[in-house]
Each structure stands twice: as C-alpha cells, then as structure tokens.
C-alpha cells in the first residue's frame, strides 16, 4: 500500500517536538524539511561539529539527554553501530509513555539491540534517498520515495503519525509504501552485500589474466565513469528500458549474447540465497558486534589483505596519475 500528501495529516503533529538525534546526512535534510512544513522540531547533540552546524541553521541545540526528555518524538538519526549505546544512555531514561520513536532503518529494532519499552509508540521512516537528496528534491518540489512501517501501536495513533511524519519530512510528494522493520532491514543489507564490488573486482582481475592492462581493465570497468552514466540510466529509465540508450550491438551484448545458463544461473542465485540467509538468521548482524567489539581488527585485516594484492596498489597508481588521489 502506498501513501500520498492527501493521507497525510500534519494537524496529527499539532502541539509536538519533534527531537532530531543525529544532526549528519539524514538528520539535517529531515529537520530542515520538517521546519519547513510548520513542525517544531529540536536538535540533540553531543558537542561536536554536528552541534555547531545545527546551531547554525537555527534549532534549539540540546545535549543528548536534555533534548530526549523534551522531545514527544524521537528521530533516531545517528549511525547505526552507536545507535544502541546513545539510545540506551540518553533516549531510554527520559522516555515518557505516549512518546514516539522513529528510525530510518530497522536494523537495530529488527535484531534487538534497541527494545523499546511498551508504552511507547516505534515507527520507521526509512528514506531510499541518500541524506542531500532528501533535502534538494523536496527544495525541488518533487520528493523522494521511503519504506513505512508500524513496529509498536501503543497509543493506537501511530499509523496516523507516521503518515504524518512522512509528509512533514516531504516524502509523501512522491509516495512512502508499507512495508515492515524486517523487510528494510533484509533489502538494505542485501543491496551492500549483493556482491556489486566482488563482481567488479573479479572482473579486472580476468580481463588482466587475459592479457589487458590494469590500467585499461579499470578504465573500462568504473575509472572513465562509463558506469556512473549507466547506473543514471538504470534510476532514470529502468533496468531493461536503459538498453534502447546504448548502439545494438552493446544491447545484445548486455541482454542476450551473455545470458548465463541455467547452471551457471542457478550456482550465482544460490550464492544469494546464501547471502540472504545469513541476513535473515542474525549471523551477519552477530558477526558485525563481534568485529566491532574486537576493536574491527578483522576487518582492518582484510583490508590490509586486499591491499597487498597487485589489484589496489594498481588502483592507487593509475588514480594517482588521474589526479584523483
Ligand atoms: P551520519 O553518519 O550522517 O550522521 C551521524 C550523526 O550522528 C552526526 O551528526 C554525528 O555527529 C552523530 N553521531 C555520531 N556518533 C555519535 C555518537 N556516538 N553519539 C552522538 N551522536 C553521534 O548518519 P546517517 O544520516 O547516514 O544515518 C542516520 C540513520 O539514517 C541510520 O539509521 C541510517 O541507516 C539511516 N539512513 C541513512 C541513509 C543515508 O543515505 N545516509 C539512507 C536511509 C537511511 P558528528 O559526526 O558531528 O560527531
């Protein structure tokens, strides 16, 4: 189901503050386009640059906890891996019942870092805009799309303010869809861990065994921005109308000539339901704490693992001489 401006009412928000936590990407676009649609709204920060550019732009700028015990509404907005702690020192201890609290990702509610008490209502507005953008197409009148879900109805009202807040934040210009704290969880993670950079990678590393240089493998694959212009195309045309924009040659090439068959299509497809698999079940959320906890030495050890390969120090060379390092 999706949702549009007219099923929003913002009279849902009358007498409420709304209170951003996390003054970065998201948080700033989403407090200035809130202002803008006549909500109260106020800032809670650590003092840090964030504090400063909020107090800038003209919003009450509390600490953390001071900010959280004011605040009727909470927008979760700082990263995800420190979301648990900052929710559990500053949001828990001054939450109210009747309070609402929002995320823009159902990561932490999904696998349980943060369980909110009962009585209070928990909601997801979860842009699929990047944080400038979600400021720039509402500044341009047009809005951005976000995935919606009730989590916790404690008040009975919180479909209702949800909506409400959607349209403060200008997404329902364009349209929010129902969807569920699990779903955007699962989607999200899968777009970072579909593979996009293994498939990337793998394909320099074969076009160098087979006698291309480093230089030109990259070049062709994502240094020239070639790929930039066709992911644009993807967004603007959709991933099988894009191919009317390329020569036929380049059509057929993409749609036919390589079209895997049904074993090599079943192995690549089982990978993901592998990958999938791991998101569902909590093995990759349990293995990200753990990395974190052990102060992310495997994950500095991959990179380093990476980095000794002649693929990156290749990279590093030829995007020195691009003047782009
Ligand atoms: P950012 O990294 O841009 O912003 C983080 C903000 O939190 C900054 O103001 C930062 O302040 C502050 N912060 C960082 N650490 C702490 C801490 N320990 N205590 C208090 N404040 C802290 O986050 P995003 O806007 O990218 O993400 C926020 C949420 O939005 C996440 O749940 C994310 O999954 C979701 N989301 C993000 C999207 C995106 O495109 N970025 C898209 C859709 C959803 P400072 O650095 O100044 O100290």
């Given amino acids: 189901q999706w949702y549009f ?5 913002l009279s849902a928000l009358d007498g409420k503050t709304v209170g951003i936590f996390g003054y970065g990407n998201q948080g700033r676009s989403q407090a200035l386009n809130m202002r803008d649609a006549g909500v109260n709204v106020i800032v809670g920060s650590r003092s840090d640059a964030s504090a400063d550019k909020s107090k800038e732009d003209g919003f009450e700028t509390l600490p953390l906890s001071d900010a959280a015990e004011k ?10 891996e420190v979301m648990p702690a900052v929710y559990a020192e500053h949001i828990a201890p001054n939450l109210q019942p009747g309070n609402v609290v929002n995320f823009a990702s159902g990561y932490n509610v ?17 842009p699929r805009m990047v944080g400038q953008g ?10 951005f799309p976000s995935l919606v879900a009730v989590h916790q109805d404690a008040s009975g009202n919180a479909q209702n303010t949800l909506i409400a807040l959607a349209k403060a934040i ?6 929010v869809i129902e969807s569920s704290f699990e779903e955007e969880t699962i989607a999200d993670l899968f777009n970072e861990h579909f593979g996009f950079l293994h ?14 240089s480093y230089e030109a493998a990259i070049l062709e694959l994502y240094a020239s921005g070639e790929m930039r212009e066709i992911g644009q195309y993807f967004v603007d045309h ?5 191919l009317k924009l390329h020569s036929r040659t380049s059509a057929f090439g993409q749609l036919a000539w390589v079209r895997p068959n049904e074993a090599a299509e079943k192995a690549s497809k089982d990978h993901l339901r592998g990958v999938i698999d791991k998101i569902k079940d909590g093995t990759f959320a349990d293995k990200w704490d753990e990395v974190q906890k052990d102060q992310m030495k495997e994950f500095a050890q991959t990179e380093a693992d990476l980095k000794a ?15 782009r390092l």
């Fill in 5 to 9: 401006d007219e099923d929003g009412d």
């Fill in 71 to 80: 605040a009727d509404i909470i927008f979760m907005l700082v990263p995800d």
């Fill in 110 to 126: 999904h696998f349980k870092k943060i369980v909110p008490q009962t009585d209070v209502d928990v909601i997801m507005l979860a």
């Fill in 134 to 143: 979600v400021r720039d197409t509402v500044v341009a009148g047009v809005g």
């Fill in 170 to 175: 200008g997404s329902t210009k364009m349209g």
């Fill in 199 to 212: 498939a990337v990678r793998q394909g320099v590393e074969v076009l160098v065994e087979k006698g291309v």
């Fill in 238 to 242: 959709g991933l099988f109308e894009q």
């Fill in 309 to 323: 390969q002649p693929f990156w120090q290749e990279e590093i060379k030829l995007y020195k001489r691009l003047g």
